[in-house]
């Protein structure tokens, strides 16, 4: 298969050429260009307003069935197709083809969660003072949607605020990552093929900044969901609420792993070892401090770097690879200064801690010890290949080194003892906490993060609120 042909997607049409603005695509493990992304220009921006404002005034009157069907069918079709989508992310994000289809695959069920759970949004009759009054709560679409979703899963990020978004009732305009778009392509002819009116879901592409701002300035944007950085998260939701705009931000993370004296070692190393280098590293959610108890330190720090060592590190295209390139170039030098940083203050490189020679943004699997508490690793999310082992005493001690940086989403615990359980899961700072096993991102389970991780939920029974109005209704007869 070659890669896709990419377009912009407005009020029901795949639009490229015409004299747009191209950006070329490369892939990550060859640095070949692969693909030419159209920009949209400032027509293109205000005709998908343009057509999300009036497909909201129609969409939003449709039935919760309606809305299920088109969900249902949208993740039938996910399935589907989930052979090809992969390899297209393969070709420009460049995760490992296994992990690129079972991302697809994934959110097969991320858009029949939405399609259940969407006949759901209920209200409630609130008991009156008078007999004659009735009291009712209605919960309302907020209007159009302008979303931003990143590039480190680009399919699975941006199904969630579509299919949040159409659930409610909502209309959008969908801003889909430019290092690696085919996947946001893929997804527009999903609902596209699905039977989605036109204008409900729009695609735009362009210079980030250029487009928020355009999106954000105009009074039919009501809500803006995005997922990337903290810094860019900051700025958009500082935006966002100077026009009160609702927001829903999925940010940065540096998460804590605990692994106790008495863990199952081997279960945790199964558990951690491959997590930490899936998608290498460019997770929000990746482990990414791991603070082990000092009894079992060193034979899990062994175990650790011994599965880090085996890892086939390789283009995602070709049988076998467990690990491939960094998604961008800028990706190799912002992780080689965060490990040359640990160095410089002390730490000891255990494995890797160098790019990779060849063509291709590779970075070496890399395992680090001895980090100073003031290491820019230590504060600053690394999102790449790199596991950071640090010893400690006692879970009171722990708690409080895991809880010291600004950012709040994941965290893991590895722990026998249902105390430290508790104890840990109680005290840990984060939105989301997973003992003894990853159980994290499901459909059916909230995803979000608090403090500098953002705010909001993604998925669960939580994953509507942020796209509905409550409104108050009191009817004397
Ligand atoms: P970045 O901060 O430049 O951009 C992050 C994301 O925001 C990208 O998808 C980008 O297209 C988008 N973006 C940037 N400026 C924007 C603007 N003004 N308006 C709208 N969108 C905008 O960083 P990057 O180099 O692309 O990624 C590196 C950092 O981003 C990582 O260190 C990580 O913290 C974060 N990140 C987080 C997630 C996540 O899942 N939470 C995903 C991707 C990136």
Same mark, same amino acid.
């Given at each position: 298969m070659n890669y896709p042909q990419l377009s912009l997607y407005i009020d029901g049409e795949f639009l490229h050429g015409n004299g747009r603005k191209e950006q070329e695509i490369l892939n990550p493990?060859?640095?070949?260009?692969?693909?030419?992304?159209?920009? +949209?220009?400032?027509?293109?921006?205000?005709?998908?307003?343009?057509?999300?404002?009036?497909? %909201?005034?129609?969409?939003?009157?449709?039935?919760? &069935?309606?809305?299920?069907?088109?969900?249902?069918?949208?993740?039938?079709?996910?399935?589907?197709?989930?052979?090809?989508?992969?390899?297209?992310?393969?070709?420009?994000?460049?995760?490992?083809?296994?992990? /690129?289809?079972?991302?697809?695959?994934?959110?097969?069920?991320? +858009?029949?969660?939405?399609?259940?759970?969407?006949?759901?949004?209920?209200?409630?009759?609130?008991?009156?003072?008078?007999?004659?009054?009735?009291?009712?709560?209605?919960?309302?679409?907020?209007?159009?949607?302008?979303?931003?979703?990143?590039?480190?899963?680009p399919f699975s990020q941006a199904v969630r605020k579509v299919s949040a978004a159409l659930g409610a009732g909502c209309s959008i305009i969908l801003k889909g990552p430019e290092d690696a778009p085919s996947a946001v392509v893929a997804l527009a002819k999903i609902f596209h093929d699905a039977g989605l009116p036109k204008g409900v879901l729009n695609i735009v592409w362009g210079v980030p900044s250029e487009v928020s701002d355009h999106l954000l300035n105009s009074p039919v944007v009501r809500k803006i969901t995005f997922t990337g950085s903290t810094p860019v998260g900051r700025? @958009?939701? $500082?935006?966002?609420?100077?026009?009160?705009?609702?927001?829903?931000?999925? @940010?940065?993370?540096?998460?804590?792993?605990?692994?106790?004296?008495?863990?199952?070692?081997?279960?945790?190393?199964?558990?951690?070892?491959p997590f930490k280098f899936r998608n290498a590293g460019q997770v929000c959610i990746s482990p990414t401090r791991f603070y082990i108890q000092n009894g079992v330190y060193d034979r899990f720090v062994t175990g650790f770097l011994e599965k880090a060592q085996s890892l086939k590190v390789g283009d995602g295209l070709k049988e076998g690879t467990q690990m491939g390139p960094l998604a961008q170039h800028r990706r190799v030098s912002a992780v080689q200064s965060l490990v040359e940083d640990a160095r410089e203050r002390g730490a000891n490189v255990l494995l890797g801690g160098a790019p990779m020679p060849g063509a291709g943004n590779f970075y070496a699997p890399t395992v680090l010890s001895?980090? /100073?508490?003031?290491?820019? &690793?230590?504060?600053?999310?690394? %999102?790449?290949?790199?596991?950071?082992?640090?010893?400690?005493?006692?879970?009171?001690?722990?708690?409080?080194?895991?809880?010291?940086?600004?950012?709040?989403?994941?965290?893991?615990?590895?722990?026998? /003892?249902?105390?430290?359980?508790?104890?840990?899961?109680?005290?840990? +700072?984060?939105?989301?906490?997973?003992?003894?096993?990853?159980? @994290?991102?499901? $459909?059916?389970?909230?995803?979000?993060?608090?403090?500098? /991780?953002?705010?909001?939920?993604?998925?669960?029974?939580?994953?509507?609120?942020?796209?509905l109005n409550t409104k108050f209704v009191t009817h004397l007869n």
């Open positions: 493990a060859t640095h070949q260009v692969i693909g030419q992304l159209p920009h +949209a220009s400032t027509e293109d921006l205000d005709r998908a307003l343009a057509a999300a404002d009036l497909a %909201f005034q129609s969409w939003k009157k449709t039935s919760p &069935l309606e809305r299920s069907k088109i969900l249902r069918k949208a993740g039938e079709l996910m399935r589907e197709r989930a052979a090809d989508i992969g390899r297209g992310i393969t070709m420009d994000q460049g995760k490992p083809l296994h992990e /690129s289809t079972g991302e697809v695959m994934a959110c097969g069920e991320h +858009a029949e969660w939405h399609a259940e759970e969407c006949r759901r949004i209920y209200g409630r009759v609130i008991p009156a003072r008078n007999t004659a009054v009735r009291q009712t709560v209605l919960r309302e679409p907020v209007g159009v949607v302008a979303a931003f979703s990143p590039w480190n899963f700025m @958009l939701a $500082a935006k966002a609420a100077g026009q009160m705009k609702r927001s829903t931000m999925e @940010l940065g993370g540096h998460a804590p792993v605990i692994v106790c004296n008495d863990a199952d070692l081997e279960q945790a190393l199964n558990n951690l070892a001895d980090l /100073s508490d003031d290491s820019r &690793l230590m504060r600053e999310e690394p %999102f790449g290949p790199v596991a950071s082992m640090i010893r400690f005493d006692g879970i009171d001690e722990v708690l409080k080194r895991a809880n010291s940086l600004p950012f709040g989403l994941a965290s893991y615990v590895f722990t026998q /003892s249902s105390r430290n359980a508790h104890v840990l899961s109680t005290g840990l +700072a984060a939105g989301m906490v997973s003992i003894n096993h990853l159980g @994290l991102a499901l $459909a059916e389970t909230p995803f979000g993060g608090i403090n500098d /991780s953002g705010m909001g939920s993604e998925g669960g029974s939580e994953t509507f609120d942020g796209y």
